[in-house]
């Protein structure tokens, strides 16, 4: 039976899906093309913004064409990368089975480009539980709120009934501008870097689960 009341809003990258690796790899790679050198630790301080607000960052004195070069070289690099490399985190299928036996209306909330969110949809095969999937990588990136207000308004759901499932700063304060509760996973970040989030958990459990469904879905 279909739960209208709350709706889950899962981030992707480094909260479902464990791509972190992937996406330094395709990052030091894009950019060496350019004759440009990074830390992977650099890469990692901007994660869960999109491109639009990352590349001027990685490669500030870049034309605007070229930025644009990179961040498409950037995600095609990424996709290559994502055949048999790409994998739920530990405890995901069982979060997304009982929110769907809740009946919660669950959607993605991603900055990544929609062909990202395509492929790993379809090399994880977990397209079915999502009612709808929202990509950020054209409109303004987190931690603008654009995104969670967008699928908070395609499906009807008030922003406070909006449970955001995050693993970065920048998700956690777009959940926070958007007035909606929000988890942060420690799956790619340590949980001081979290602490603006309504609660921080260091993996998907069932003990995470029952608090998670005790505090904030009724």
Not at 39 to 65: M, S, Y
Not at 82 to 109: D, K
Not at 126 to 154: C, E, M, N, W, Y
Not at 203 to 214: K, M
Request: charged residues 20%.
């Amino acid at each position: 039976m279909k739960n209208t009341n709350y709706a889950i809003l899962w981030d992707m990258d480094g909260t479902l899906i464990d791509t972190t690796d992937m996406h330094m790899e395709s990052w030091v790679t894009a950019l060496a093309r350019h004759g440009k050198t990074i830390q992977k630790q650099e890469i990692l301080k901007h994660f869960g913004k999109n491109n639009r607000a990352v590349t001027p960052l990685l490669f500030p004195d870049a034309a605007p064409e070229v930025i644009t070069q990179i961040a498409d070289q950037k995600e095609e690099v990424f996709r290559d990368l994502v055949p048999g490399n790409a994998f739920l985190y530990p405890g995901v299928m069982e979060w997304l089975l009982f929110f769907q036996s809740r009946g919660y209306e669950q959607c993605i909330a991603s900055s990544a480009p929609m062909a990202n969110i395509d492929v790993l949809l379809e090399e994880t095969g977990i397209r079915p539980f999502f009612k709808v999937i929202g990509s950020g990588a054209t409109i303004p990136g987190k931690p603008d709120p654009a995104l969670f207000l967008a699928v908070s308004h395609q499906i009807n759901i008030p922003p406070p009934h909006c449970l955001v499932i995050e693993d970065a700063p920048a998700g956690i304060e777009a959940a926070k501008r958007a007035k909606m509760p929000c988890i942060a996973i420690t799956n790619s970040r340590p949980a001081k870097e979290l602490f603006d989030a309504n609660l921080v958990i260091n993996e998907f459990s069932t003990t995470s689960l029952v608090q998670v469904a005790t505090l904030f879905l009724g």
